[in-house]
């Protein structure tokens, strides 16, 4: 018995570094912002109190107690960062040290073993690398997607912290995350909903406030909107973020985004609010009245994967307001300047000057 198993996973083994390299190129113009299996995924399984050796694999499952932590009490956190091919022939894997501490802060918020920022960098170039032939053309408008994840995998019933963990980062290709790219969208304020609460999990970049968000964000689709802009669930007064990505307006040359205890602090967003001061801009990080909706020039969703998403909209149908950003459907100048900037930084076609960008050759 024991032989046919082994010949059976062998088999399966061989069938699945066949269909590895008999994969054909994706066609870069037309990818859409979705799952797309790769060469291979790195992996770093935590025991005893410590961080063992990074692992290469090319399989996409994983092998996982029925009684793990990540499943019943969602000790599971993620990332999202993006690599580009340059004009150059570089790739540049955008603030990636950024994403490690990002996640060490969720670690820190759901009681997991903090990874080193050295072994995650680590980790991330050693899946881009790897991975390499998947990494879009310069000039396609598309990007190679880099997810990490980290999950609890010992058994535990009763509520507490696992003994053991298992990070992972795959990869994919990837386009706009919007269908519509950097055009602008409406968007709609569902009160009756709740993303993350104050004072909870809304800082962590954890699965369950995308879970919470589900709901909302299918009523918003089945409308015709592209996202919801959530409110404080305290108060209902204040923006918080929309359901992918951080909220941003523009109003009197000055950048103002919401500041509050339940929003993920978007590195998009940090790269954005830097690149507007370098334009000479001002940048507001503080409570946003919804009512000063109506005040802004210009409006927009950032995030990694969508970097910029134009609203042309907001849409409040409890109180039957709508707030208009965009007259001719068009992206406004400043939210322009920015993608374009911070684009071309990503891309290596201008200078890295904050040193945001980490370069493979």
Same mark, same amino acid.
């Given at each position: 018995?024991?032989?046919?198993?082994?010949?059976?996973?062998?088999?399966?083994?061989?069938?699945?570094?066949?269909?590895?390299?008999?994969?054909?190129?994706?066609? &870069?113009?037309?990818?859409?912002?979705?799952?797309?299996?790769?060469?291979? #995924?790195?992996?770093?399984?935590?025991?005893?109190?410590? &961080? +063992?050796?990074?692992?290469?694999?090319?399989? *996409?499952?994983?092998?996982?107690?029925?009684?793990?932590?990540?499943?019943?009490?969602?000790?599971?956190?993620?990332?999202?960062?993006?690599?580009? /091919? +340059?004009?150059?022939?570089?790739?540049?894997?955008?603030?990636?040290?950024?994403?490690?501490?990002?996640?060490?802060?969720?670690?820190?918020?759901? /009681?997991?073993?903090?990874?080193?920022?050295?072994?995650?960098?680590?980790?991330?170039?050693?899946?881009?690398?790897?991975?390499?032939?998947?990494?879009?053309?310069?000039?396609?408008?598309?990007?190679?997607?880099?997810?990490?994840?980290?999950?609890?995998?010992?058994?535990?019933?009763?509520?507490?912290?696992?003994?053991?963990?298992?990070?992972?980062?795959?990869?994919?290709?990837?386009?706009?995350?919007?269908?519509?790219?950097?055009?602008?969208?409406?968007?709609?304020?569902?009160?009756?909903? !709740?993303?993350?609460?104050?004072?909870?999990?809304? *800082?962590?970049?954890?699965?369950?406030?995308?879970?919470?968000?589900?709901?909302?964000? %299918?009523?918003?689709?089945?409308?015709?909107?592209?996202?919801?802009?959530?409110?404080?669930?305290?108060?209902?007064?204040?923006?918080?973020?929309?359901?992918?990505?951080?909220?941003? +307006?523009?109003?009197? #040359? *000055?950048?103002?985004?919401?500041?509050?205890?339940?929003?993920?602090?978007?590195?998009? #967003?940090?790269?954005?609010?830097?690149?507007?001061?370098? /334009?000479?801009?001002?940048?507001?990080?503080?409570?946003?009245?919804? %009512?000063?909706?109506?005040?802004?020039?210009?409006?927009?969703?950032?995030?990694?994967?969508?970097?910029?998403?134009?609203?042309?909209?907001?849409? !409040?149908?409890?109180? #039957?307001?709508?707030?208009?950003?965009?007259?001719?459907?068009?992206?406004?100048?400043?939210? *322009?300047?920015?993608?374009?900037?911070?684009?071309?930084?990503?891309?290596?076609?201008?200078? !890295?000057?904050?040193?945001?960008?980490?370069?493979?050759?």
């Amino acid at each position: 018995m024991d032989f046919v198993f082994s010949f059976i996973n062998k088999a399966y083994l061989c069938n699945q570094i066949l269909n590895t390299f008999c994969m054909e190129t994706p066609n &870069w113009s037309e990818l859409s912002f979705g799952y797309m299996p790769t060469d291979y #995924n790195i992996r770093c399984a935590y025991r005893n109190g410590k &961080w +063992g050796t990074l692992e290469i694999t090319s399989d *996409t499952t994983i092998p996982m107690h029925v009684a793990a932590t990540s499943l019943h009490y969602g000790q599971e956190a993620f990332e999202g960062l993006k690599a580009f /091919m +340059g004009k150059d022939g570089k790739i540049r894997i955008f603030r990636p040290d950024e994403n490690a501490k990002r996640l060490q802060s969720t670690c820190d918020g759901i /009681m997991m073993p903090k990874m080193s920022t050295e072994l995650f960098l680590e980790a991330v170039v050693k899946a881009v690398t790897l991975n390499k032939r998947f990494v879009p053309p310069y000039g396609s408008g598309a990007s190679l997607y880099i997810r990490p994840l980290l999950i609890g995998t010992s058994p535990q019933v009763g509520v507490k912290p696992a003994d053991e963990y298992l990070f992972l980062i795959f990869v994919m290709p990837v386009g706009p995350y919007f269908k519509e790219g950097f055009k602008p969208t409406p968007m709609v304020i569902l009160r009756q909903y !709740d993303r993350a609460a104050p004072l909870g999990t809304g *800082t962590y970049k954890v699965g369950g406030n995308y879970a919470a968000s589900l709901v909302a964000g %299918e009523k918003a689709h089945a409308m015709g909107y592209s996202a919801v802009l959530y409110l404080d669930a305290k108060e209902k007064k204040y923006v918080d973020e929309c359901g992918p990505a951080n909220f941003f +307006g523009i109003k009197n #040359n *000055t950048y103002i985004t919401p500041e509050s205890t339940s929003i993920l602090p978007s590195i998009t #967003n940090k790269s954005l609010m830097q690149l507007a001061r370098d /334009m000479g801009m001002k940048v507001e990080q503080r409570r946003v009245p919804v %009512e000063e909706l109506s005040t802004f020039e210009e409006a927009g969703a950032c995030g990694t994967a969508a970097v910029i998403s134009p609203i042309i909209r907001i849409d !409040d149908i409890v109180e #039957n307001i709508s707030y208009q950003f965009s007259k001719n459907g068009e992206a406004g100048p400043v939210c *322009t300047r920015l993608y374009e900037k911070l684009r071309a930084i990503q891309n290596g076609d201008e200078p !890295d000057v904050h040193g945001w960008n980490v370069v493979i050759d």
